[in-house]
């Protein structure tokens, strides 16, 4: 056989060989799935309990996103991570998940423009005016964009606001915020749309809890996101298990021994229950007609029933210099009053912790007369402050009188020495009956014939979370607007982030899923330091011209050498 021809085969054989190999590669790429993450905080790594979701999907999950168009870096950047976590969400849902970009207002006229965005607003897509520059040969103009997606499942919609502004973010840190949650935005959403009936939920009555319009956004939250049931427990014989949570808002009369034992029942049979309780008489209410009051221990009588769980909620009031500020007279000119926004200690901005789901990734929270907590020992009971104060606060005993008047005194820093104290606080774990051993064979009987089933003198793993301030999930009333959303002043309609604080606490102690882990996701910024950039412009640029040059030159000497030595011989 001629040499060249031998050459020939050789040649044809490796190709054939290497064609068979690229075949058998695709082939299993296309059953076989896999990528490694390696930035620091895991950007790409979807949580276990997402994939979970998205694997059990039984039907198309469609995704509308309003992010396409000419925006500025940092929505372009939003768009960008949008885009890959819904390519992450299509890895695991397959032909389950689908998506798309639009431009709602693209091509629309102004009279039809206007229509979408009233629509838009209507299911809780809010529009942003952003500054963007189309052309150098154009000036700054304002853009309207809808930073939100559209998600359909099995015929249901749900809205997901994609931007998550907060007060003293920079843009770029509120963008980088709001790309860490994108996971938990979407995967919450069609949770929700998965269920097939939402978790029953009860808000409790029967010792004074409001149903007044302060409380219609808190309702609102409920009955969007729950099937919301209302119980009297002064009138029930029992709480039934079928409530996957309780809501105590604000309740201002004691509670009966009956009472906390059907509470405490409840909870012994796996309930779970969201306390919301004011243990000091002091309101915004009682300072409209007159400068001062009286603020006193409303004396609610569970104190031995949450003692027995793990925590103390003390009768007392919190004192905050990082606090909000109200509207005070401090003086008339002629005969129109001079008004002043002034600190007000008694509303405290509340530190989120960072170490948990419920506040990962959350703004401060307004409180109104909060008061202490203490974790007690409680074996068997995982306790995990949620909400506490700056390291500048006090607490101050009560009776005592709430002035007005105070406000126009600067306070002496001195006497705010106290750090991050507790004013909500998450437990859970194994709950001890705070009956136990108090109970005889009658009463034994009674309880199981009264309760449909016997009585426990332990749980099983639940949770309760108890905030020690029972405005916090009130919300103003405007002459105007009507209820304001919870967390909205009045006046400035600044928004602090008492909403979201309820709405992740009902989504931890309902949530069966572990969704709300999702919320851990935590995205490092990283900006260039521009002082640097501007030494070093040049540098940079040269190295990058140069560099990519040299290796194409050095690559083609290399080549060329090894040619020539194999042809020499």
Not at 65 to 74: A, I, R
Not at 234 to 239: E, G, L
Not at 385 to 403: C, E, G, I, K, W
Request: with cysteine.
């Amino acid at each position: 056989m001629k040499k060249g021809a031998y050459i020939k085969r050789k040649h044809l054989r490796n190709f054939f060989l290497f064609l068979i190999i690229l075949i058998g590669i695709n082939i299993a790429a296309s059953y076989i799935h896999t990528r490694i993450d390696l930035t620091a905080e895991k950007r790409f790594t979807l949580s276990d309990p997402t994939k979970k979701l998205l694997e059990n999907l039984d039907g198309t999950v469609r995704i509308k996103v309003f992010l396409q168009g000419k925006f500025p870096s940092g929505f372009r950047h939003l768009s960008q991570s949008v885009r890959e976590i819904l390519e992450e969400f299509r890895r695991y849902g397959g032909h389950h998940i689908t998506y798309e970009f639009i431009n709602p207002l693209a091509g629309l006229p102004d009279t039809l423009q206007a229509k979408v965005k009233d629509s838009l607003t209507a299911i809780g897509i809010m529009p942003y005016n952003v500054k963007a520059q189309q052309d150098i040969s154009q000036g700054i103009s304002v853009q309207l964009i809808f930073p939100g997606a559209l998600v359909d499942y099995k015929g249901h919609q749900l809205p997901v606001n994609l931007l998550q502004p907060q007060p003293g973010m920079d843009p770029a840190q509120t963008l980088n915020h709001s790309a860490a949650l994108l996971e938990y935005d979407f995967a919450h959403a069609i949770a929700q749309l998965s269920e097939q009936e939402p978790p029953l939920v009860a808000y409790m009555l029967g010792n004074g809890e409001p149903l007044t319009p302060e409380v219609y956004d808190a309702l609102n939250v409920l009955q969007q996101n729950y099937r919301l049931d209302t119980l009297n427990l002064s009138a029930t014989s029992y709480i039934p298990a079928k409530y996957a949570a309780l809501v105590f808002l604000r309740p201002e009369q004691p509670f009966t021994e009956d009472e906390k034992l059907k509470i405490d029942q409840y909870v012994m049979h796996g309930g779970r229950i969201l306390w919301c309780i004011d243990p000091v008489n002091a309101s915004m209410d009682s300072l409209q007609n007159k400068t001062s009051f009286l603020a006193y221990d409303r004396g609610l009588n569970l104190d031995d029933l949450l003692f027995n769980y793990g925590a103390r909620v003390n009768p007392d009031l919190v004192q905050d210099l990082q606090c909000f500020s109200i509207p005070v007279t401090v003086g008339h000119i002629g005969d129109r009053p001079q008004i002043e926004r002034l600190p007000w200690p008694f509303s405290p901005l509340l530190m989120p912790g960072n170490s948990h789901p419920i506040t990962k990734n959350m703004d401060v929270v307004l409180g109104q007369f909060a008061s202490s907590m203490d974790t007690t020992k409680a074996a068997g009971i995982h306790k995990v402050p949620l909400l506490t104060t700056s390291q500048y606060s006090r607490t101050l005993a009560t009776p005592m009188r709430v002035s007005l008047e105070s406000v126009k005194i600067k306070p002496d820093p001195r006497q705010y020495i106290q750090k991050h104290i507790p004013v909500a606080v998450l437990l859970e774990g194994n709950f001890p009956s705070v009956f136990r051993n108090r109970l005889n064979k009658d009463m034994l009987a009674k309880i199981e014939l009264q309760f449909h089933q016997h009585y426990k003198e332990e749980s099983g793993y639940t949770r309760m979370i108890i905030v020690a301030d029972g405005n916090m999930f009130m919300n103003a009333v405007s002459q105007q607007d009507g209820p304001l959303a919870m967390g909205m002043d009045p006046y400035t309609r600044q928004l602090f982030a008492n909403r979201e604080f309820f709405e992740n606490c009902l989504t931890y102690l309902t949530d069966t899923t572990g969704i709300i882990e999702a919320r851990n996701k935590d995205l490092k910024l990283r900006l260039l330091d521009k002082s640097r950039v501007a030494q070093q412009k040049t540098t940079w640029q040269v190295l990058n011209f140069l560099i990519p040059i040299a290796f194409v030159l050095l690559f083609a000497v290399v080549f060329l050498y090894v040619r020539q030595r194999k042809y020499a011989e």
